[in-house]
């Protein structure tokens, strides 16, 4: 966590209090969350009042994806791009199990893009039944940045509410909630410096989902639960250092990746290197690595003090092909081959020099030990 | 300076006391679980078994407690493949199989361990009740617990690459361990029967991949005494679930005595005609040292030790038992002992 997170945080736990309550304490409290409010709407170009705090990203895109969906009815084309976060995606595929919604993947290009006309076929095949539209601003695993403004442009121009899960976005690219064009923004707190368990749905105004918790209505009654003011200090201090280091972190990490970059692709002939190669988060790497098993090559870079990530586990561990890698187009002994490198505020040029000086040998004996 | 030990954790106590034995005795040690099941709620319910997530959670809890690094391996190709697929195999063909063992042979101590030791690991350490010095595989401490006939199978290479932490202990050793130690699978079940089949009916099991195919039971003589719904769903020296309505002119209970899987027949007789003195094996593994003083034989995983004596012929061995045995099937491994040490093992072709 940033600094300027944990002492947010932590004067607040000291002085609890709820802050829907009327009294001295509650008046307080709710002081604090609403600058906390005032805070994340100016780094993000929103106002106050668009601002809906939730335990986490994963709340919040079940809130915006299964929450228009429910209030567009009995609209029922569910359009949300082939590479999205499991916090959009299982939403939206209970939708289409459990609520007779008609799910449709947006395709997506070799680097992960999902291009304007896609989205425009997809709508203009019966514009009239589409409930929602969710498109990810970054893609957490290639790193892949969509053209968000020109995609909630095309949605708006059928009248759709269009949502974006900008959780890898904030802090990494320039993020306006407002220029966007979006009507609902997903973002978190630990992936930008703050705390787990807390973060935000930008939500325009006028526009109002069916909550998916009900009950106090603290949240302009679109989500209830009472208010986490120490982690909600914890996430604004977060978000407003994040975004104001934005430009100079960028600059850093970009140098840093592209750097990896260069240095990977010398050091192991063959990598492939996935994700679109310019429009990409500074912090992300993510390679293919030819004949050699993702898991393998990660047991060994862990064992020399890297740390990665393969794709995504299912419940059992076991790692399954990339749905992201797979939607671009790659095979699946290719998918589970891949590896991503995660630069963030405390990486430095001594971990690249690190993971160079290992990487050859672990990947030697990864292609030895074979595809299992 | 330690070895690099990949240590097999199914999520049950004795793997986890045994990763952690060889972690203490400064090892660099790793745990692995292995995923057998491509789809693992399909397996066991419960913590009985070796597949679920559940165990799988276990293990990495374990893991933690323990304070190593902690992998999942998805071994459920080469197990569909070289274990189920075999086994039904097997039953198809008259022979009864021993998973397990199959389960040892095939994967942890060849596709499993072939993996680790190209990923730069020693050895593959598991938590058998067996011990193992210098290469030598003999009896586990707790005679009720030993494990050494579904390792008996494995060849010199193979031990040379494996590690047995737990031979010296009794089971009850190993469980007041792992409650010292803080591991909470302390009092978890022990795991029984065959871990792919889900309800421990393994004649449903072999019926809904065999099908059904109604066959004669036949005595001794050839005389049609029942019928069966498939010769697979039987075991040699089987006396339950025979549904012969008319009794034997003896009024004495009848037993499988053999299954022939062309004809779908299966043969009943009395107890007496299954005792057998003479079984006829097919390549032995020889795995123990050259020692061939107090030699024994176990036919089958917990059971019964024979005095015997044996002899190589050209492309099998034939052990003559001391004394008749009972229910010897075919597919079964006979695992040779001298002592309580391994001295090799060979699968059971036919006994008379």
Known sequence: MLPEAIEAMTEQLKRPGNASSLHATGRRVRRVVEESRETIADALGARPSEVVFTSGGTEADNLAVKGFYWSRRPRRRVLVSAVEHHAVLDPAHWLGDAQDAHVELLEVDEHGRVHPETLRAAIERDPDDVALVSIMWANNEVGTVQPIHVLAAIAHDHGIPFHTDAVQAVGQVPVSFTGSGADALTLTGHKVGGPIGVGALLLARGVTPIPVLHGGGQERDVRSGTLDAPAIAGLAAAVATAVKEQEATARRLGALRDDLIRRVREAVPGVVLNGDPVDRLPGNVHFSFPGCEGDALLMLLDAKGVECSTGSACSAGVAQPSHVLLAMGADAAAARGSLRFSLGHTSTSDDVDRLIEVLPAAVERARRAGLG | ?352
């Open chain 2, 1 to 352: 300076m330690g070895l690099r030990v990949l240590a097999a954790m199914s999520g049950g106590v004795d793997s986890a006391v045994a990763a952690a034995r060889i972690a203490e005795a400064g090892h660099d040690v790793t745990g692995v679980h292995l995923a057998l099941s491509a789809n693992p709620q399909s397996h066991r319910t419960g913590a009985r078994g070796c597949c679920t997530i559940e165990d799988s959670r276990d293990a990495r809890r374990a893991a933690d407690v323990i304070g190593i690094p902690f992998y999942v391996w998805d071994m459920a190709e080469r197990f569909q493949r070289d274990v189920i697929e075999d086994f039904v195999a097997e039953y198809a063909a008259g022979r009864t199989p021993n998973p397990c063992l199959r389960c040892n042979e095939k994967i942890k101590f060849a596709a499993v361990l072939d993996r680790a030791l190209a990923l730069g690991f020693d050895a593959v350490a598991t938590g058998h009740h067996a011990r193992l010095s210098d290469g030598v595989l003999s009896r586990s401490v707790d005679p009720a617990k030993d494990q050494s006939y579904v390792l008996g199978v494995l060849t010199r290479e193979q031990l040379s690459h494996a590690i047995f932490p737990l031979g010296d202990s009794t089971k009850a050793e190993v469980r007041e361990e792992a409650a010292r130690r803080g591991l909470t699978v302390a009092d978890k079940p022990d795991s029984h029967d065959i871990c792919f089949i889900a309800d421990g009916d393994t004649r449903g099991f072999l019926a809904q991949r065999l099908g059904a195919a109604e066959g004669p039971i036949v005595d001794q003589g050839g005389e049609v005494v029942g019928s069966h719904q498939g010769a697979h769903g039987f075991t040699v020296g089987q006396r339950k679930g025979l549904r012969i309505d008319r009794p034997a002119p003896d009024g004495r209970p009848r037993y499988v005595l053999s299954i022939e899987p062309v004809s779908n027949t299966v043969t009943v007789g009395p107890r007496s005609a299954l005792e057998v003195t003479t079984i006829t094996c097919g390549t032995p593994v020889w795995n123990g040292p050259a020692g061939r003083d107090d030699l024994t034989v176990q036919l089958r995983a917990h059971g019964e030790v024979y005095p015997c004596r044996f002899d190589e012929t050209g492309d099998g061995l034939t052990i003559e038992l001391g004394r008749p045995a009972t229910g010897v099937a075919a597919g079964q491994a006979a695992v040779l002992y001298s002592g309580t040490t391994v001295i090799g093992s060979a699968t059971i072709v036919s006994a008379a």
